[in-house]
């Protein structure tokens, strides 16, 4: 039977009334989760049709094994998002077979051994633009490389060092698209290596690795020497007991470069390896293929190459009886059922993921390419099968942990609310390897499960205090998932949820909110007058569950409070010094510490920070961190992302004063293909690079279903300036077809709109004098046109030169839809609330 096909309007209109009138959220579920096709169909109405989808597929996979779960019980669990709830690429791809597509949220991949050669770094570059193709976030280790200025047997004589190719995997990763978004990388490298420093330093000048996220390895050797005031040995390779490269080094002066870097930008973050693979469980299988190298770019999932994860997560705040009163108490009964029940359905994933790996590789076969273009793809998903299947690894999580807490009465940042989320997560852990015991006993344990390996394993030995039956039931029976346990960030699961995210507490529990009004409508209220001229309405948005305190408290919901009267409100409230720019950042990272002896993976989490803290504080969190046990640290200092861009901006104002130098247009122009959707019809762009910057624009419908006018495979390719046999002047593109051909689209200019054309022109005179491209989307945007289609033509400019904005750029005076705040960041040509971790493409 032919699925109902509904529109926008139709699926955001149900959802609607679904979260509540939480617009918010019913537009992340329509835009990112909703089922769609590739033609972008919508074939869901509502979250109870996509949780009907995939409670079908875990009962189906569940009917392959004893004590099955029923379609009811599983979607009782789902519904209304309350209890458990698959996170990203599982939530949009169980039951989806419009798409091929990954159900794993994060790979991590490195060659066995030391790949430092030419083939083996390209390889990791092809293996990763695969992954990202399919929606995977990827990560990898550069440790492996040479250090700058090593010889090698090349026509080079040196090597480059670690900064080519981080820029190198940096751009394969922005040339990605994912469903509309970009790809998601980290890098990694041991801070033993001697170019580390260069490493830390990549991300500080703007246009350089704005496509990844960058972390360092920290050892506790090197902790040790930078809190003590030693020296420290690098040495290349890093891991060797013979390296060939060994220089000392003064660990406090690089500690304090690292602190500085993260402190003005927020990167790199930093990873306690010594901790990781000390308490990671599949490290004791290291020699089997799970020794951990990197993680994924969230960092709340360290991997071994070629494995992966997929990622649930567990709703604390449905778990408290009567919250807000009195009489609230954690239903730690329930809890634990449930925690068990989510562990069988993450082993049910991996099923079905086992399912989407049989689909890509059939769809590999099936693709026309040559066999040795399409082997290296093969090979990376059949060693990716191949791990999966070894270990089994889950990534059960939670979200809601600052709303259990204020739904408890405890305030998020003392002592007594760490100590109970600690007991929380002590529970989860015991459950959910309890469940996955029970399971190897059902379905059997994963394939090289050892219990003598373990034995020492400082994770599994806390869990043997906590329950000796539980430990003696895993020695005797096994285990079926090799690790099972993480706390991502779940910035759009916690939208859907509508509670605080992942472990963080909530960012501002009430706040105001401007949207721009017509003065001269009757109906409307006035109540801000900026600068310009421009009327703006007042109005209040609340956090869902600070909105719940209220309705508990008999307190009013009104639309005229003063900020006065707002701030009282939550000076009443159990939110109260318990946002996340004002807990105890101590207390925060102590608390991190203490929850992590009980999460087998990671978890990812920031610590917010005002404007004006110094760099010495950042430094004591770090070192707190290290010594509470954490895994790893982020902290965001408010407004660092722009700082980077400070001295950047300062040169551009003294260059004003310079004659403005226009390049000579070049015969031939490097050129990229953009393709979006403006509405609901298909456009295209090609933007011409002078020195990887855009020097002229031409867009338009594509008109090109079939592909005749552009194939949709070309991304890249050139604007060559020619004179057609009349003498006029033209603009073609050329592109290398799949057989190795030149082709070559003559007169861009016939293939558009005339007044799109001329529009074009004048853009790209703009472009040409090097306006900053924030600046010409301002001028863009501020065309005032009379034609619709030329309003549409504005959108498609927009959307195209927005992804060669730097990334880390302020977009400034424009507010968080979500949260309020001025804090949002162009990242991927997309905009990211560095607050609450918003996104937004257009």
Not at 833 to 842: E, F, L, V
Request: proline share 5%; hydrophobic share 35%; charged share 25%.
């Amino acid at each position: 039977m032919e699925k109902k096909i509904y529109t926008f309007d139709e699926a955001n209109k149900a959802s609607l009334d679904y979260f509540g009138g939480d617009e918010l959220a019913a537009r992340v579920w329509v835009t990112k989760y909703a089922l769609k096709d590739s033609f972008g169909n919508i074939y869901e109405k509502t979250p109870d049709d996509m949780h009907h989808r995939i409670a079908a597929e875990i009962a189906r996979i569940e009917n392959k094994y004893p004590n099955p779960m029923e379609h009811d019980e599983i979607f009782a669990l789902m519904q209304n998002f309350r209890y458990i709830v698959p996170q990203g690429s599982p939530m949009s791809g169980i039951g989806n077979n419009y798409q091929v597509g990954s159900l794993s949220n994060c790979f991590v991949i490195g060659l066995d051994g030391e790949p430092d050669s030419y083939g083996g770094i390209m390889r990791i570059d092809q293996e990763q633009v695969q992954l990202m193709k399919r929606r995977g976030g990827v990560g990898h280790d550069l440790s492996h490389i040479r250090p700058k200025g090593t010889p090698v047997k090349n026509s080079a004589l040196t090597s480059t060092g670690l900064v080519p190719f981080m820029e190198r995997y940096s751009n394969s990763t922005r040339e990605v698209a994912q469903d509309g978004r970009r790809g998601a990388l980290m890098m990694s490298v041991s801070i033993k290596h001697p170019d580390s420093e260069a490493f830390i330093d990549a991300k500080m000048t703007e246009g350089k690795v704005t496509g990844a996220n960058v972390s360092v390895r920290i050892d506790d050797e090197f902790m040790r020497a930078a809190t003590q005031g030693l020296p420290y040995k690098q040495q290349y390779p890093v891991c060797s007991d013979t390296p060939s490269i060994v220089k000392e080094t003064d660990a406090s002066a690089l500690w304090k470069k690292i602190v500085h870097n993260a402190w003005k930008s927020a990167e790199p973050g930093v990873l306690f390896w010594d901790t990781i693979t000390r308490e990671s469980v599949p490290d004791c299988y290291a020699d089997l293929g799970f020794r951990t190298i990197s993680t994924n770019p969230c960092g709340e999932i360290p991997l071994c190459p070629y494995d992966s994860c997929r990622l649930l997560a567990i709703n604390l705040f449905s778990y408290v009886d009567k919250p807000f009163t009195s009489a609230a108490k954690f239903d730690f009964d329930l809890f634990k059922q449930h925690v068990a029940k989510a562990q069988r359905i993450m082993d049910d994933i991996i099923d079905l993921e086992m399912e989407k790996i049989e689909a890509i590789l059939g769809k590999i076969d099936s693709d026309p390419e040559p066999e040795e273009v399409k082997e290296a793809e093969r090979h990376l998903w059949e060693k990716i099968k191949a791990k999966t299947l070894k270990g089994r690894r889950t990534g059960v999580g939670t979200t809601g942990e600052g709303d259990m807490l204020a739904a408890l009465g405890l305030r998020y940042g003392t002592p007594e609310a760490t100590s109970f989320s600690e007991s929380v997560h002590r529970e989860l852990a015991v459950a959910a390897y309890g469940s996955s015991v029970r399971m190897a006993v059902e379905r059997g344990a994963f394939e090289i499960f050892d219990a003598v390996r373990e034995k020492d394993n400082p994770f599994i030995n806390r869990l043997k205090e906590a329950s000796p039956e539980l430990y003696a039931d895993m020695v005797k029976y096994g285990r079926r998932n090799i690790a099972c346990l993480t706390i991502a960030p779940t910035g759009t699961t916690s939208l859907l949820t509508q509670t605080t995210s992942g472990i963080e507490p909530v960012f501002m529990p009430v706040y105001k909110r401007r949207r721009k009004v017509n003065p001269n409508d009757p109906e409307v209220r006035v109540d801000y007058v900026d600068d310009t001229g421009d009327a703006f309405e007042e109005f209040i948005v609340y956090h869902p569950k600070f909105l719940q305190w209220m309705e508990v408290c008999g307190i009013e919901r009104r639309a005229d409070y003063s900020q006065d009267d707002l701030n009282a409100l939550v000076e009443k409230s159990p939110y109260y010094k318990a946002t996340s720019n004002d807990v105890d950042w101590m207390e925060k990272v102590k608390m991190q510490g203490r929850v992590q002896k009980w999460v087998d993976h990671s978890i990812s989490v920031t610590i917010n920070l005002p404007n004006d803290v110094s760099e010495e504080l950042v430094g004591r969190l770090y070192v707190e961190a290290w010594r509470s046990g954490c895994k790893g640290c982020t902290v965001y200092r408010d407004g660092s992302r722009s700082g980077v861009l400070v001295a950047l901006e300062k040169k551009s104002q003294e260059q004003k004063a310079s004659p403005v130098i226009v390049h000579k247009r070049p015969i031939e122009l490097d050129a990229d293909v953009v393709r979006f959707q403006n509405n609901k019809e298909k456009w295209i762009a090609f933007v011409g690079l002078l020195d990887g910057k855009p020097y002229e624009i031409f867009t338009g419908l594509a008109d090109d279903d079939d592909g005749i006018f552009c194939p949709k495979s070309v991304t890249r390719g050139k604007i060559i300036k020619a004179v057609d046999e009349n003498g006029t002047k033209r603009y073609d593109f050329q592109f290398i077809n799949k057989r190795g051909y030149k082709t070559t689209i003559e007169g861009l200019s016939d293939k558009f709109n005339p007044e799109y054309w001329n529009y074009a022109k004048l853009i790209s005179g703009v472009l040409r004098y090097g306006m900053p491209i924030d600046q010409v989307l301002k001028l863009v945007g501020g065309l005032e046109l009379n034609s619709q289609s030329i309003n549409t033509w504005k959108m498609g400019v927009e959307r195209a030169l927005k992804k060669y904005l730097p990334n880390g750029m302020q977009a400034s005076g424009q507010k968080c839809p979500n949260c309020g705040n001025e804090t949002l960041i162009y990242q991927e040509g997309c905009l990211i609330c560095t607050s609450c971790g918003t996104s937004k493409c257009g």
